[in-house]
Nanobody
Framework: VQLQASGGGSVQPGGSLRLSCVAS??????MAWYRQAPGKQRELVAL???????KYSDSVKGRFTISRDDARNTVYLQMNSLQPEDTAVYYCNELMYWGKGTLVTVSS
C-alpha cells in the first residue's frame, strides 16, 4: 500500500496550490486529506466518498475543494485563498494508511 502525496510548496497569502495523492495497493474508497501544523494535532481537512460525497472542516469550507479521479487512483485537494494558518504538512489518508505528507507554507 502506498499513498504518494505531492504538490506542496510555498505561496503568498491569497495564493493557490493543488495537492495530488496517488494511491496504489488500496481499495481507493473513502479518501481524505489531513493536516498537521507545528505544535498542533493532526486534523481532518476534507474527505470524499466513492460516489463523490464530500465533507470539509469549517476552516477550509468555501476555499478548498477535494476531488478524485478513479481511473488514475488519484485524489486532489485544490486550495484557494490560502492563509498563513493553512501552513502545515498535508497528509493523504485512506482508512489506516497514511502518505508521507507534503509541506504547504503560506507566508508573505
Amino acid at each position: 500500500v502506498q499513498l504518494q502525496a505531492s504538490g506542496g510548496g510555498s505561496v503568498q497569502p491569497g495564493g493557490s496550490l493543488r495537492l495530488s495523492c496517488v494511491a496504489s495497493g488500496t481499495s481507493f474508497g473513502v479518501m481524505a486529506w489531513y493536516r498537521q501544523a507545528p505544535g498542533k494535532q493532526r486534523e481532518l481537512v476534507a474527505l470524499i466518498s466513492r460516489v463523490g460525497s464530500t465533507k470539509y472542516s469549517d476552516s477550509v469550507k468555501g476555499r478548498f475543494t477535494i476531488s478524485r479521479d478513479d481511473a488514475r487512483n488519484t485524489v486532489y485537494l485544490q486550495m484557494n485563498s490560502l492563509q498563513p494558518e493553512d501552513t502545515a504538512v498535508y497528509y493523504c489518508n485512506e482508512l489506516m494508511y497514511w502518505g508521507k505528507g507534503t509541506l504547504v507554507t503560506v507566508s508573505s
